[in-house]
């Protein structure tokens, strides 16, 4: 087996080139002291840095998902559940007594009571799946380091994304 001793950097000429151990699969390059990324050639280390990069979407996409179903807590659920009845039963009194000065003012009342009880209720939800996203990105981060840069960087694309579209 032929080994290139010499740094797999475009037009490094750099000296004194330590063997690089590979990554996934068996390297026979040289890295010099510049390119030393973590003790493996720029090759290897951006093979490496893909193979995180995947690993990091695919914990982050099962992260996402989860978030959706932990965020819809029994408190939640609740106020959205006392928002519609109260939106329900606004159209209640305005179809069943007409438009009475008395009932117009019930009719307001329990629309914006409704209104506010169902956005209380989404923004609880937001509020609960950014925080689980939140912790369960630090935790990961210490099994896999880097996540939580990742998870940073992917959420400041997602907060972009939403804040466009508005
Ligand atoms: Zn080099
Ligand atoms: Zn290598």
Known sequence: MSAIVNCPAFGCVGG???????????????????????????????RKIESLKAGYKQLFDNLWK??????LTAAVILLASVGLLLLSAAFVVIFSHGGGNSHIRLFVGLLVAGVAGLAVSLFRYIVNARNFMYESSVELDLTNPGFFNYYVERRERIDQITSSSN
């Open 16 to 46: 004194a080139p330590a063997p690089c151990p590979g990554f996934a699969k068996k390297c026979n390059r040289f890295y010099c002291e510049t390119h030393n990324r973590d003790k493996l050639c720029i090759d290897c280390k951006g």
């Open 66 to 71: 989860k978030s959706h179903r932990t965020a």
